[in-house]
C-alpha cells in the first residue's frame, strides 16, 4: 500500500469509529492521556522528594511532596476508572453501530451480491477478522497506544530535557546517550516490522480454516443439527475432522509465536543494554558531584519510559500499517455498489388492478457463468389470471420468479409492465405490487403476528384472517397468546416450535397480508399434505376469482395446475408449453419427455375425475396414465 492509501483509510477509520460512537472515541482519548501521565507524576514528586531528604529539608515540605504524590496518583487512578467505564459503555454503543452497519448493508445490496458468492466469502472473511481484534475493533487499540506512548514521550523528553545541560556528564557520553536511544528505535523498528510480516502471513494462511471452523462450530452449535449429529453417530467423525482444523491452526501459531519471540528478543537485550549505559553515565556524574539522588532516579526511570514509550509507540505504528490492510478488505465489502438502476416513474395506482407483465425475448444468466438460466422468455398475462409455471429442477422457474420480481436484471431483452420498461420504475414501488413465498423463506423468532406483517406493528383482524385463508386457522386457535405467541426458542423459552407445513402457511398468510395484486407461490404445497395442498390451490383459486389477484403458481405437480387459467412449461430454461391445462395436458409425448408424468400422474387422475373427467384409476403405469388422460382432455 502507499503512504497515500495509508493516510486515506486512517482518516476514513477514524471518523467511521467516531460516527459510531463519540462517547467511545472521547473516552479512548481522554483515558489514554491519563494513564500516560500516571507513572509520571510519582517519578518527579519522588526525585523531588529524594532530593529535599539529601538537602535535609524539613518535615512539612517532605510531607507536601510525599501527599502530592499519593493524592495526585489516586486522583489520577480514580479517573482513569471512571473514564475506563465510559469506554466500556461507549464501546458497547460502538458494537451496536457496527452490528446495524452489517445489517444497513445487507438490505441495500443489489440481490445479485447477495447470492454472490465471492462477496458472501468476502463478509465473512471481515466479520471473522473482526472477532479476532483487527479491522474496526483494533481502531481503539491503535488511538489508545498512539495517544498514551505519543503523550509519554513528550512527558519523558521533558523530564530528560535537563540532562543535557549537566556539565558533569561529558558532550561525547550525552551523544553516545542519545546514538544508543535511536539504535534501539531502530531495532524496534525492524523487529516489529519482521514481527508484522510473521502475523500477515500467519493470518493469511489460516483465513480459511477460521471460517471452516466457524461454519463448522455454528453447524454443532444450531440445536436443529442434533437430530442428524445423534442419528447417524456424527459426533465423532465430527470431533475428529475439527480436531485436524484445530491442530492445523495450533502449529501455524506456535510456529509464528516462536519466531515472533526469538525477534522480541533482539529488541529487549538492547534495552538493556542501553539502560546499563545510562546507569554508567548518572553514577560517574553522581561521583563528579554534578548529578543529585533525585535526579538519577528521574533520570532513569524518565529513560526507560522513553524507551518503552518509543518501542511501543513504533510497534503500534508496524501493527496499524498491518491494519490498513484489514481495513482496506473491510471497506471493500461496504464500498460494493448497488448496480440495479432504482428509476424514478411512479407504479400507477390503479383502482381496477389492471396491470399487464410481458416478458419480449428475455435471455438470463447468472453473473460468473457462461449457462442461460433462462433463454428468449416471450409471454403475457394480466391481472387476474391463474399462473401455473411448471418445470423440472433447473428448467429456469425460480429464476423466472427473480426476474418477474426484478432481484436480477435480464441479460438481453426486456421486462415490461403496461408497456413500460420496468428497470424505469422507482424500485421500490415495483417491488411493492409483489407477494412472493420462495422455497427457501424464513420466518423469525418473533411473535406471529409480527411474522405475518413482517413488521412490529400489525393489524389483528387482518393477521387473523389472513392465516385462516391460508389454512391456519385450527393451529392459532390452539396456540396460548393467539397472534403474540413467540415463534421457536431463541428469544422465547415459551417460543413455539412448528412444523414445515405450519411456516409455509404462515409465509402464504405473510404473501397475502401484503395485499399486493400479483401473489407468486414457489412450490408453497412441497412441505404439506394432501388436504393442506388442496387449501393452499383453493385459497389461490380463491384470490384470482374473487379479488382479481394474479396467482403465479411455480410448481412440480402438474394436478395443481388444473384450476389454472394458464398452464407454462419451461425446460432448459425455454418454454416449450403455453395454453390452458386441457392444452398442455394433451401434450403427452412433451409431459412424458420433461419427466413430468412419472411421479405425479397418478395424483393427476385423481384430480381429474375430481372435475369430472371419466378417468380410470387402474391406470397405474406411466404410459398408461399419460394415455389415460389423453384419453380424457380428447375434444
Known sequence: MTLREHISIARRSWRLLYSMSRRFFAAI????????????????????????????????????????????????????????????????????????????????????????????????????????????????????QFVRFGVQIFASIALTASFFTLHAIAPAAKLAFVGGILVSIVVAVLTSARSSAINMEFFKDSVTVNITLDKYSTYIRNYTSGKDIRLYAMAGPLAKYADGFYKTLCGREARAYFRRALLRLAAVLMDHVLRFGVYLLLISGALRGGVSVGSIAQYVTSVMLLLAAANGFVRAWQVAMTNDQYLKRFFSYFDIPNPMYQGTLSVEKRDDNDYCIEFRDVSFRYPNTETYALRHVSLRFRIGERLAVVGMNGSGKTTFIKLLCRLYDPTEGVILLNGVDIRKYNYDEYLSIFSVVFQDFRLFSFSLGQNVAAGAEYDRERAVSCLREAGFGERLDRMPEGLETSLYQDFDKAGMEISGGEAQKIALARALYKNAPFIVLDEPTAMLDPAGRREVIDTATKLCREQGITVVLITHHMEECIGADRVIVLSNGAVVADGAPKQVFSQVDLLKREGLTAPVTVRLLHALRAHGMDVPLDALTVSDCADAVAAALKP
Open 29 to 144: 482519548l481522554a483515558y489514554s492521556v491519563v494513564t500516560a501521565l500516571l507513572p509520571y507524576i510519582p517519578v518527579w514528586f519522588s526525585a523531588r522528594l529524594i532530593d529535599a531528604l539529601a538537602a535535609g529539608a524539613g518535615v512539612q515540605v517532605l510531607i507536601r511532596y510525599a501527599a502530592l504524590t499519593v493524592g495526585l496518583t489516586a486522583l489520577g487512578t480514580l479517573l482513569s476508572a471512571v473514564l475506563n467505564a465510559q469506554k466500556e459503555i461507549g464501546f458497547q454503543e460502538a458494537n451496536c453501530s457496527y452490528e446495524w452497519m452489517h445489517a444497513e448493508k445487507a438490505m441495500a445490496l443489489a440481490y445479485a451480491s447477495i447470492e454472490d458468492r465471492e462477496v458472501s466469502l468476502l463478509r465473512e472473511r471481515i466479520q471473522t477478522e473482526t472477532r479476532m481484534g483487527w479491522n474496526v475493533f483494533y481502531l481503539d487499540s491503535c488511538i489508545e
